[in-house]
């Protein structure tokens, strides 16, 4: 058989919370993504400028990672954590339902954020939920879990391209900077949304206004994702937790202990006792602020800074990669034609989705730290090989492939290779989830002002300064993980 019984015994026991948790990862992916493709309708529909827009992107990433750094704290017990899930999930609903009555930029950009602190707080709970019910065999179980964002970021755009309009609304100004460009350029050629938006120079007073019809598209969206939340209230029915159902709360931890019976015997009821003295798996803030973590090892901490050090490196890889390698192609001396260019993002985020589906058999085979070697040092090799061949378009098609493979599961490997250094006893899924997060923000402002500044060019060797650094961070991981194994060694 390919997967053996105890996984599947172990799914199964613990299928309809697994079930759960990987839906409200669908509804963090379709939140991500449908900003791309509507962000020419939503400013016609705001009266904004492009520059004013983009904004609302900010706002949404950067409540986002407040969301990742706090959404630890409902983990206490698992009513808290599902009823966190359950608001989280719902609020995104109806923030897709009211986005086309947001006639201001303003009002949009607080929607937006919103957003970000449920899918922040998404992000953080069902990462940390998978990791405590499954534990050592967790890595299979966060490679699904990570499927379903590519999943959820693959159907929105495709929801929202009949409704796009096919003409822009005239508010652009003509000395937008060089990245302002780009990103209309990319909305307006790419595959997902491929309309033949012209910018005309002409008056318009006379020419006759096409009435907007993607709020219909929101609306869809809203529905689409409503059965997720009411999947998380009948969860919570079904463990008792209603108000309105007899029976007292069970803590998440009641839930674990069953699910590792088949695993480590009688080793599971010291498990709360061992959580609540590293402090758990908290929020960002309670973990730095807990007194228990005096007395520990340096290499327990350089785990988690080193671990979150090496996404800050990846993640931000992700969020340059697919925010401007349009902007490569389209300039010397790729110098691609913008509709070709235009399908680039859509290979690496399909490359990403592919990636995680593939990594599912594949983390049930090999040890997480065998498949991180494996992807970083391929991410860096692709880069490098992009760096070399940086005339030859075909390459730039199969590299952007490659590197959407490589880098799509590191983040989930991460998270079960520091969680199984730590016995499960830190706060590695708060703190890796928080400095992805960073990583996306500060890598794709970082990158965009080079390129801006230094030329197209300077896109690959950020990346290859970026996946080089990540690389040597990780070797140093590897090495801290010798040394907290001698520490636990010497004290058993």
């Not at 937008?176 to 318009?204: D, G, K, V």
Request: glycine share 8%.
């Amino acid at each position: 058989m390919f997967i053996d019984e105890r996984i599947v015994t172990l799914f199964k026991r613990n299928a309809h919370h697994t079930l759960t948790y990987w839906s409200v990862f669908f509804s963090f992916g379709l939140c991500i993504a449908f900003l791309g493709p509507t962000i020419l309708d939503l400013q016609c529909q705001t009266n904004s400028t492009l520059s004013q827009i983009t904004w609302v992107f900010f706002s949404q990433q950067f409540c986002l990672l407040i969301g990742s750094s706090v959404g630890g704290v409902f983990k206490r017990t698992l009513f808290s954590a599902l009823a966190a899930l359950f608001v989280s999930a719902l609020l995104i609903s109806v923030i897709f339902a009211i986005i086309p009555v947001c006639n201001n930029v303003l009002i949009l950009a607080i929607a937006m954020a919103v957003s970000g602190l449920a899918m922040g707080v998404i992000d953080t709970i069902a990462n940390i939920q998978l990791v405590t019910i499954y534990q050592k065999d967790s890595a299979i179980f966060l490679q699904a879990l990570h499927f379903f964002i590519g999943f959820g970021a693959l159907v929105s755009p495709l929801i929202a391209d009949p409704f796009l309009s096919e003409t822009g609304c005239g508010n652009h100004t003509g000395n937008e900077t060089e990245i302002m460009h780009h990103f209309r350029s990319m909305l307006r050629y790419s595959p997902i949304a491929e309309h033949n938006i012209t910018q005309s120079h002409l008056p318009h007073d006379g020419v006759e206004k096409e009435e907007p019809i993607v709020q219909y598209a929101f609306w869809i969206m809203a529905l689409i994702n409503l059965p997720v939340p009411i999947a998380v209230l009948f969860l919570m029915y079904r463990e008792n937790l209603l108000p309105c159902c007899p029976g007292s709360s069970p803590r998440l931890l009641d839930k674990d202990e069953l699910a590792m019976e088949t695993q480590q015997g009688a080793e599971g009821p010291d498990l709360e006792q061992k959580e609540h003295e590293a402090g758990g798996h908290g929020s960002i803030f309670s973990c730095c602020q807990n007194d228990n973590l005096h007395g520990l090892p340096v290499s327990f901490f350089m785990i988690h800074i080193l671990g979150g050090m090496v996404l800050f490196m990846t993640d931000g890889i992700v969020g340059a990669y697919a925010g401007f390698v349009y902007t490569y192609a389209v300039a010397p001396p790729m110098s691609l034609p913008n509709k070709t260019a235009g399908y680039l993002a859509s290979i690496f985020w399909g490359a990403i989705t592919a990636g995680r589906l593939l990594s599912i058999p594949l983390s049930y085979r090999f040890q997480p730290v065998r498949l991180l070697v494996f992807n970083l040092a391929g991410a860096f090799v692709t880069v490098l090989m992009l760096l070399i061949f940086y005339t030859s378009s075909i390459f730039l098609f199969v590299g952007t492939c490659l590197c959407g493979l490589f880098l799509s599961s590191i983040f989930p490997c991460m998270l079960a290779y520091t969680e199984d250094i730590l016995d499960y006893q830190g706060c590695a899924t708060s703190v890796l989830v928080t400095s992805a997060g960073m990583g996306e923000i500060v890598m794709q402002v970082l990158v965009g002002s080079i390129i801006q500044t230094e030329g197209s060019y300077s896109f690959l060797l950020c990346g290859m300064i970026i996946a080089c650094f990540g690389f040597i961070l990780f070797f140093g991981l590897l090495l801290f993980h010798r040394m907290h194994r001698n520490y636990l060694t010497g004290t058993s």
